[in-house]
Each structure stands twice: as structure tokens, then as C-alpha cells.
């Protein structure tokens, strides 16, 4: 009879070796620890493979000096060849930082300036060949430029920049911050600041460079409909009945045309006179009074808000192609009245972001 054994001698494979490998390493982390200089215990060729994989130093080095040589060494990933893109080689039309923070320097109406906190969107376009963009380079060109010049100055300087560092063929910039400015009461003469949201964009696309103002003006909207039923209780049935009104939200576009600035103060007050139920400052009660009867001599529905706000931009040589979207909060309905109107093909779309009105609620 014969008898077969078992091969004593089987070939080990690439794949037990990593297991083996593998499993010395969980040892090591474990703290397990070998000591190499015991060649009758360790032999050679264990502590060669051991060897891949020394200790880490697990502290940060204060002493560490960056030369050029090491920083040459370093990976960069995002202007890696076309095989490392993921998914589509696709365009794609934006991509950058969004809420980058910084102060900007801005000048006022009359003299002087005021520097703002600003939070800073800033995209480019990128090349269906090319894997991405070193986004530092953004905020390293708004450091740059942001000590020497004001606003728009700023942006443009900044866009140039980021153009040729990133080679993309468009860009776009925008600048967010709250705009104090000093308001009257109505009858107490007192005053006090109104915090206006203003948003300047800069848009650089296919050659063409195009300025524009976002400004979200606040104001009280008192219904028409509301006003004459509750007169017409007050006259049939002797009934007191008030009319409903709301805080209510205008965010205005604006293109910027001709070689005239115009100032945040001049968009202001040309919203103010459209519609000039403004939310106030300052109230005594004499200031309610007179806030009640301005409301009352200035009732609209939200379509008109929108055409009252229009007929006063489409006077300003200053201004081009802009956008009107209002929303009216309404205390009567659980939902909001809105409406949009464009006025030349800057703002043109057939699409509106589902999230677009949520963004115009006035949180104060």
C-alpha cells in the first residue's frame, strides 16, 4: 500500500506573503516589538521584511526646515495628468471657494471708506483634460490685492490673477457683506444704522466682463385687498378691523453700465423711493404712528412691488440689464407671495432654484 503525504514544501505565494506581512504589522501597532540586533533569533530576512515598515514619528517637528528640494517632492495631485480624472472628461463650467473670509476696504458715497468682513465665492472654469485647480491661489490673489484697492478694484486684479495662474478660460468672482448705513427715524428725529445684504459679482466669460450689484432691501407690504375690506367694515358694521401686513424682501440685481459709479447709498435710496415702506431703526411711538399711516398710503401687492421697483432702475442710465425678485411673507396665508422680473437677458433663465425664495427670508 501506498502512502501519500502531504507536501511539506508548498510554494508560498505573493499573497501570504502581504497576509504575513500584514499580520506583523497589526503586531507592531499593537506594540509588539522585535529586536533586530539578535541575528540568532531574528533571521535576516524577517528583519529586512519587517523593515517595511518602520515606526512612525508621531509628533508634530517645530524644527522641520522647508528647502526647496522637499518642496519640490511634494505631490501634486490636482495638476496630475488627464488619466488620474475620475468620472467624465468633462467641462466643467465652476469651480473654486465658496465663503472665504477676509476684510475689504470700501468707499463711501460721500468720503472716506469703511472695511467690511466680506465672505468671499470665487470659481473658475476648468478644462475637460485637466484633473483640477489649486484653490489657495484664490485667496492667495485676494490677500494680495486687498490692502491696496477697493470693491470691485479688488475683484478684477484678483480675477486676472487667478485667469493665468489656473490658465481657465472663465471666471467669476463675488464679494458678500452687511453695508451699514445711517437712517432717520420717521418723526422722532432719532437715527439709527440699517444693515443692508449687498453681494458685488464679477463675471468674465467668453471675452465679456460684466459688474453686477445684488441688494436685499426690507420692507413692509400691507395688502390692498385686506386695506379696503377692513375700511369696509369699519363703514357698514361699525366693525375695527386691521389690514394685513408683513415684512416683506426685494433682492434687486443690478448691472453696472456707463462710466458712472454707482454707490450702495444711490441703490438704497432708489429703492426707498419705489417703495418706501422700509422696516425702521429707531421707533418712539410717534414713529409707529406715522409707520402705520405711511403703510397705509402705500399698500401693494407683491406684483406691484415688483413693477414700482422696476419703473425707478429702468430711469438710472446707470444701470443695464437687472432682475427683480420679491418676496412678501405674509401674515395672512402660511405661505409667501413672490415675484420675479427680469429686464434684459443678463438674468434671463427658464429654470429658478428650488431653494431661491427660502434664501430671501429676512432673519434680521
Known amino acids: 500500500m501506498n502512502i501519500h503525504t502531504r507536501e511539506l514544501e508548498a510554494k508560498i ?7 504575513a506581512l500584514s499580520v506583523l504589522k497589526k503586531w507592531r501597532d499593537q506594540g509588539g516589538k522585535l529586536d533586530l ?3 540568532n533569533l531574528i533571521p535576516p530576512e524577517v528583519a529586512s521584511l519587517w523593515m517595511h515598515y518602520p515606526e512612525l514619528i508621531d509628533k508634530y517637528s517645530d524644527d522641520f526646515k522647508l528647502d526647496g528640494e522637499y518642496k519640490a517632492s511634494l505631490p501634486d495631485l490636482q495638476n496630475g495628468p488627464s488619466s488620474l480624472i475620475k468620472g467624465a472628461n468633462q467641462i466643467i463650467q465652476h469651480v473654486g471657494i465658496s465663503n472665504f473670509k477676509l476684510p475689504i ?6 468720503s472716506g471708506e469703511r472695511v467690511l468682513e466680506t465672505s468671499v465665492t470665487g470659481s473658475v472654469s476648468l478644462g475637460a483634460d485637466k484633473k483640477g485647480i489649486n484653490m489657495s491661489r484664490i485667496m492667495r490673489s485676494f490677500y494680495k490685492h486687498s490692502e491696496e484697492q477697493f470693491s470691485f478694484s479688488v475683484m478684477e486684479a484678483a480675477l486676472e490673477d487667478y485667469k493665468t495662474d489656473l490658465e481657465s478660460f472663465d471666471a467669476r468672482i463675488s464679494m458678500k457683506f452687511s453695508f451699514p448705513m445711517q437712517v432717520d427715524s420717521l418723526r422722532s428725529n432719532l437715527a439709527g444704522y440699517q444693515y443692508y445684504d449687498i453681494s458685488l459679482e464679477l463675471i ?11 441688494l436685499d432691501y426690507v420692507y413692509s407690504s400691507t395688502c390692498p385687498c385686506s386695506l379696503e375690506l377692513s375700511e369696509h367694515a369699519r363703514k357698514t358694521r361699525r366693525q375695527l378691523a386691521t389690514p394685513h401686513s408683513q415684512r416683506s424682501v426685494a433682492r434687486i440685481s443690478a448691472v453696472l453700465a456707463g462710466s458712472e459709479r454707482l454707490w450702495f447709498e444711490d441703490l438704497i435710496e432708489t429703492c426707498r423711493v419705489a417703495v418706501p415702506t422700509e422696516t425702521q431703526v429707531m421707533v418712539k411711538r410717534e414713529d409707529e404712528q406715522a409707520f402705520a399711516e405711511l403703510n397705509a398710503a402705500n399698500p401693494i401687492f407683491v406684483e406691484d412691488a415688483a413693477r414700482l421697483f422696476c419703473k ?4 438710472d442710465d446707470r444701470i443695464g440689464d437687472f432682475r427683480i425678485i420679491a418676496s412678501h411673507q405674509e401674515s395672512l396665508h402660511s405661505h409667501d407671495a413672490i415675484s420675479i422680473l427680469t429686464e434684459g437677458p443678463t438674468f434671463e433663465t427658464v429654470s429658478i432654484d428650488p431653494h431661491q425664495f427660502a434664501t430671501l427670508v429676512h432673519r434680521g
Not at 105 to 110: I, S
Not at 204 to 214: E, I, L, M, S, Y
Not at 312 to 315: I, N, R, T
Open 312 to 315: 425707478v432702475l429702468k430711469s
Open 13 to 19: 505565494s505573493d499573497s501570504d506573503v502581504n497576509e
Open 105 to 110: 476696504r470700501y468707499r463711501l458715497r460721500g
Open 37 to 39: 540586533s539578535d541575528k
Open 204 to 214: 468674465d466669460g467668453n471675452g465679456v466682463r460684466t459688474k453686477v450689484v445684488h
